[in-house]
């Protein structure tokens, strides 16, 4: 192709019909871009061949380059004229020696358009993010200032300028550092406070706390974005850190609190266990007193001095029960015996046969569990627990029908307990009593009726209690009651 103006040919329908007012090239195989007509000449500088890149706003040769030579249309604006847009149309057969022809249509009002309609959703958005509570930046893969909102600025008391498009956000925390607007943490100084930063922003894991010189904090969660990049949300958490503070404060309280009252139960317990020991000795001696008196003074009392006697000796014996009652609750996880696997068929076995002599006098009917899961604990204590219920079944039972007492034992192996129940037909337990029946000293039938120191199911509680567990009562007045409790499963 020679470098002279070649006019259009005339036998082209293409050129032919082109309008003066539209540029007509024709743009061989390599890329050389040669005018048809006049407006073409206009854009090209003349119609001699040249590479049809050399004319096109650098930012433009990429997409006409990938699409006009495949017979695909490019938008693109030239040199001579940079701010108007041309929509280049060529044709999708290329001439018997590869050329194509290309039209040129200007589309400068439709692309202004679309820039102002896309300037106007920035606007839009940007307007948006002003709106919202939290801080909100965009950083571009190099870790440069996209966009940001004013809550961003006004948190961090950044100025337009200091948060421009294009700062690194490693110059931010410079700004930071120098103008003390940031508490680093104790022992920490700038560039270790800016290294742990910068390194949150590598890996992006988590979320990265900080507290500003005002008092408030801050917590940035960041996201990777689709180019490389990342989306900063930081939220003020301060209130939600003063609540943090304030339920570590309460716990810590609530631990001394619980370890003053755990001194203070050991302390009365070694009380009770001391008074009640050291008690029984002056009752033996009344009791030993009475017993004396009773045979040496037998010819001078009359009818009422024996039944004084016999009021002292029974109330002798019934405070005795009570300090030795007292004595077993105190001494719950102190027999120094440590806990192991116990066979809960031969415990459950023993406990029926201690109470032999009661079964007999009740014509009493006890169904323990055939092959009862193991579980683990104190023998003498959980001994102590199934004779206790048991022997209140058999204690309160009903004046109509012998009694029937009934023990169940399933385990559930996720929890690693075992759930025993202890059933019977008795008189049963009105739901008011329920709760107060496990406190110590609590009776709710006169002594004249039934025998006891109202101790037991205190006792039953803390042995349960001491193995983890916990006990509850189902019942009603005349009902029968169910007792039931966990224990651990033994491995």
């Not at 470098?3 to 032919?16: E, G, I, L, W």
């Not at 033996?284 to 000796?313: K, P, Q, S, W």
């Not at 202890?422 to 004249?448: K, S, T």
């Amino acid at each position: 192709m020679s470098d002279s103006t070649v006019p259009p040919r005339a036998d082209n329908p293409s050129v032919a019909s082109a309008e003066d007012d539209d540029p007509v090239f024709e743009l061989d195989a390599h890329g050389l871009a040669r005018a048809r007509n006049s407006a073409a000449c206009r854009l090209l500088g003349g119609a001699a061949a040249s590479p049809l890149a050399d004319h096109l706003m650098p930012a433009d040769r990429a997409a006409a380059a990938a699409a006009l030579p495949v017979g695909l249309p490019a938008d693109v604006r030239f040199s001579a004229e940079p701010r108007r847009w041309w929509w280049m149309r060529p044709r999708r057969t290329p001439e018997e020696d590869g050329s194509r022809l290309v039209v040129a249509v200007e589309v400068t009002t439709r692309r202004d358009a679309e820039a102002a309609a896309r300037q106007g959703a920035i606007d839009l958005v940007l307007s948006a993010l002003d709106e919202i509570r939290d801080a909100f930046v965009i950083y571009d893969r190099d870790g440069r200032l996209t966009v940001c909102n004013r809550r961003f600025r006004d948190l961090y008391g950044y100025s337009e300028d200091e948060a421009a498009p294009g700062v690194h956000f490693r110059t931010l925390g410079e700004i930071d550092m120098m103008r003390g607007s940031v508490v680093t943490p104790e022992g920490a100084d700038a560039e270790a406070y800016l290294a742990r930063k910068a390194e949150y922003r590598r890996t992006l894991k988590g979320t990265f706390e900080v507290q500003l010189k005002n008092g408030r904090w801050l917590e940035t969660r960041d996201r990777r974005t689709a180019d490389g990049g990342f989306v900063s949300i930081q939220t003020d958490i301060t209130k939600r850190r003063a609540a943090e503070s304030a339920l570590v404060a309460a716990k810590e309280r609530a631990e001394e609190a619980l370890a003053e009252v755990g001194s203070v139960n050991a302390q009365l317990e070694q009380f009770a266990y001391v008074a009640s020991h050291d008690l029984r000795e002056p009752l033996r001696m009344v009791t030993a007193y009475l017993d004396l008196l009773e045979r040496r003074c037998a010819d001078l009392l009359n009818a009422d001095g024996r039944e004084f006697i016999a009021h002292a000796r029974g109330g002798a014996k019934r405070m005795d029960a009570l300090i030795l009652d007292l004595l077993a609750y105190t001494r719950v996880g102190r027999s120094g015996q440590a806990d192991g696997p116990v066979d809960a068929g031969t415990l459950l076995a023993a406990v029926r046969a201690n109470l032999d002599l009661a079964v007999s006098e009740s014509g009493a009917t006890i169904r323990l569990p055939d092959s009862p899961p193991p579980v683990t604990g104190c023998e003498p204590e959980l001994t102590s627990l199934f004779q206790n219920l048991i022997g209140n079944a058999l204690k309160y039972r009903h004046a109509d029908r012998a009694p029937v007492v009934t023990v169940t034992a399933e385990a559930d192996a996720a929890a690693g307990r075992v759930w025993f129940a202890v059933a019977d037909n008795g008189i049963g337990i009105a739901p008011e009593y329920h709760d107060r029946i496990f406190q110590l000293f609590q009776r709710l039938h006169p002594r004249e009726a039934y025998s006891g120191t109202g101790m037991g199911l205190a006792l039953c509680r803390k042995i349960v209690e001491r193995h983890g567990g916990q006990i509850g009562l189902a019942s009603q007045a005349g009902e029968g009651s169910t007792f039931r409790f966990d224990l651990p499963l033994a491995r």
